[in-house]
């Protein structure tokens, strides 16, 4: 079955266990992403040997291979990974390919003027309607209707242990009035979610349990985000998503009205947030889990995480350069057990090498790193919660990790 259980505090933080018909996931933790039903690049035995506990993949991505999926044993047993899984529901996509087509989706301040007006109807590859959404396939123009019970359908069908209910995530440039309108939709959504959960598992009985998290959504508006969380806590929830398009400051009092209002005997997964900052933004404010496909798609463009900040190995400062990404890293690219490391240099020549073999080498070391890098992160702060050190750990870890711009009153 499925269950939750606390097992350390620090005020709205925590440290627990989820319990899924694949195996347990100790949280707080990171989901890697593997939007196709795997992670580009990191096989599933690299996966586990640096500490994966879950991997996330995307409803709407895997739509057409949800029958053979489910005939193959599940998303766990087709990609070969075999540990705990989540599904996305598609909301994503109805914001992605709707009203901010062709945007940047980024909670960057640099980036967040390029989103403050919708993309006009006409370009959009995604119609919103009560029924669901009406997604436009870029490639032949074949239309496909989500609506909650098919996003549910092929969710269960994928055979995720934890799947989310069907949500309107709305963009930074929809008004208020818009947020009103999508929510009430999305609250509508997570009812006929549940209801067709519950028929599926009916229908299915010899298939493992399958939880369902209803998706909070409310931009950065507090009025909307405690009214749908008294809305959705309300409900026969598992857990629940937290979703939303808004600024990075935002953050941690979005979290702050949601948390404070939903039952805290539940799981709470934050979607689509992977920055350090951002991490203890939401262990702070009471999340378990956290996913993104930043740490796989930064590390491609050479990116690379480390305690002082990133570092971008592409700059011509690291050309032959013979030191590792990160000395005190345990990832196989920056440690061996024979002493070896790859270098900065190394790496450098691979991702800009020519020849493709050499790309998909250098993707794939880099890959390795930064995934690492955030789930050794998640280790040290569970153990931080669970040793009573949370507060300290943090202060110190952020005090390296932003130098500078390092707020302690945060």
């Not at 993309?119 to 490639?139: H, K, Q, W, Y």
């Not at 992160?377 to 202060?395: D, P």
């Amino acid at each position: 079955m499925f269950s939750f259980q606390i097992e350390a505090r620090d005020g709205l933080a925590r440290a627990g266990s989820i319990v899924t018909p694949h195996g347990v996931i100790k949280t707080p933790t990171f989901s890697v992403v593997g939007t196709y039903g795997f992670v580009r690049f990191i096989p599933p035995d690299m996966l586990r040997a640096i500490g994966a506990q879950v991997m996330l993949s995307n409803g709407y991505h895997l739509f057409r291979r949800s029958d053979e999926m489910f005939d193959g044993g599940g998303l766990g047993a087709v990609s070969g990974w075999g540990g705990p899984t989540i599904t996305d529901s598609g909301g994503f996509q109805a914001m992605s390919l709707g009203s901010g087509i062709g945007k940047v989706v980024s909670m960057d301040s640099r980036d967040i003027g390029q989103m403050k007006t919708a993309a006009p109807v006409e370009n959009r590859l995604a119609n919103v309607t009560d029924e669901g959404v009406t997604f436009a396939n870029p490639i032949d123009g074949r239309l496909d209707l989500f609506t909650p019970e098919v996003s549910i359908e092929t969710q269960f069908k994928i055979g995720a242990d934890i799947t989310m209910a069907f949500d309107e995530l709305t963009s930074i440039g929809d008004s208020y009035e818009y947020n009103i309108i999508a929510l009430e939709r999305t609250e509508r959504w997570a009812d006929r979610s549940l209801a067709h959960m519950r028929l599926l598992h009916s229908q299915h009985p010899e298939q493992p349990y399958q939880a369902l998290y209803g998706v909070l959504q409310g931009a950065h508006y507090r009025d909307l985000r405690e009214s749908t969380a008294r809305v959705l806590g309300d409900m026969d929830f598992d857990g629940y998503g937290l979703g939303g398009a808004f600024e990075k400051h935002q953050l941690g009092d979005i979290l702050t009205w949601t948390n404070t209002t939903l039952p805290e005997t539940r799981p709470r997964h934050l979607l689509g947030l992977s920055r350090p900052d951002d991490i203890f933004v939401g262990v702070v404010n009471g999340i378990d889990t956290f996913d993104c496909v930043a740490p796989t798609r930064e590390a491609r463009h050479g990116r690379l995480y480390t305690p002082d900040g990133y570092i971008d190995i592409m700059k011509h400062a690291f050309v032959d350069n013979p030191a590792a990404i990160d000395p005190d890293c345990d990832c196989p690219t920056c440690f061996s057990f024979e002493g070896g490391y790859i270098s900065t240099g190394l790496l450098r020549r691979l991702l800009k090498s020519h020849n493709q073999a050499e790309r998909r080498l250098g993707y794939a070391f880099t890959s390795v790193h930064n995934v690492r890098f955030i789930l050794r992160l998640m280790e040290q702060i569970r153990a931080s919660l669970v040793e009573g050190s949370f507060t300290e750990f943090r202060s110190e870890w952020l005090k390296r990790y932003l130098g500078n711009n390092f707020d302690s009153g945060k």
